[in-house]
């Protein structure tokens, strides 16, 4: 209740339940591993001499070290391609506020491995703009602060556009690549959602048709669960309320220190925005167990 408009990073959680599928199937094949394991034994072959035994040891070292890097990095980064895909600008608002608190550019280190926090983002706005799941803001008046969210986008593609996170990852050969291979199977991912999950996901017309209406209705403290659709409100999708919600958040509710003075109005605004959005995916959610019942 606190921060529902977080909870958009809960797509990244379903995220891993698909990606394991992939990796599952990806892992029966093995073509990665053969790939991996012929570079990683050139390298060991040319800077190191040693028995045959002592290198085949090595290369199988060096190749667990690699797939476990390459594992984690996938994990993290795919999930993130279906949360964009799932829910869309909403769950790219949600990993940048969790990111930006965090050093961007840390390396993969043991024992997690975990990705850099800039890499995440860059793989992250491009598939929504592959997906074309941005929003668009020519059809709104001049004076609509909801082109602020123009801005936050800004904001993230300044950030992934330098490249000091892959200067990192590059600063070890191994790491380099087992992250040369999670690039490649990124294309392979997203042809398997394609494939078998592209039903499911939000299209921009369906997302942005809702969107504007409801943060239309947070402005006047009404939950947005429902579109003004001509003769009759129309419900509106789980996925529109989260948009709408963070639209408003980023255009509408101003910060906790406005020009370094603390705004008392903050805390309530930001729980009332909470409240409202959640009360709106409750209802929306009874309405299609309602719809469904029909």
């Known amino acids: 209740k606190a921060n529902v408009l977080l909870h958009c990073d809960l797509g990244h959680e379903i995220g891993h339940l698909i990606v394991k599928k992939f990796m599952d199937f990806e892992y029966k094949k093995s073509a990665y591993l053969i790939e991996l394991r012929g570079k990683i034994r050139k390298r060991v072959k040319k800077e190191q ?151 499911k996901f939000i299209t921009h017309c369906d997302l942005y048709e809702q969107v504007y209406d409801l943060i239309d209705r947070l402005r006047k403290r009404i939950t947005p669960n429902a579109t003004n659709s001509f003769p009759n409100e129309k419900p509106a999708k789980f996925q529109s309320i989260l948009n709408a919600a963070w639209f408003y958040r980023i255009s509408d509710l101003k910060d906790l220190f406005p020009d370094n003075k603390l705004n008392k109005h903050y805390q309530e605004d930001f729980r009332t925005l909470n409240l409202l959005t959640l009360k709106a995916i409750e209802f929306s959610y009874i309405q299609e167990l309602y719809d469904r019942g029909k």
């Open 49 to 199: 001499d040693l028995l045959p035994l002592e290198e085949g040891a090595e290369i199988t070292s060096q190749l667990k070290i690699a797939d476990d890097i390459r594992r984690r990095g996938l994990e993290e980064i795919l999930s993130d391609i279906f949360a964009m895909r799932l829910l869309g600008p909403a769950a790219l608002f949600a990993l940048f506020e969790i990111a930006i608190g965090e050093e961007l550019d840390l390396a993969p280190k043991p024992a997690s491995y975990y990705p850099p926090w800039r890499t995440r983002l860059r793989h992250s706005l491009g598939t929504l703009e592959e997906a074309n799941l941005l929003p668009t803001f020519d059809k709104l008046p001049v004076e609509d602060p909801t082109k602020n969210v123009a801005q936050r986008i800004k904001v993230i593609e300044n950030i992934v556009s330098d490249k000091s996170d892959q200067k990192a990852i590059k600063e070890d050969w191994l790491t380099k690549l087992a992250y040369d291979s999670v690039d490649a199977a990124i294309p392979h991912f997203r042809e398997f959602l394609k494939e078998n999950y592209n039903n």
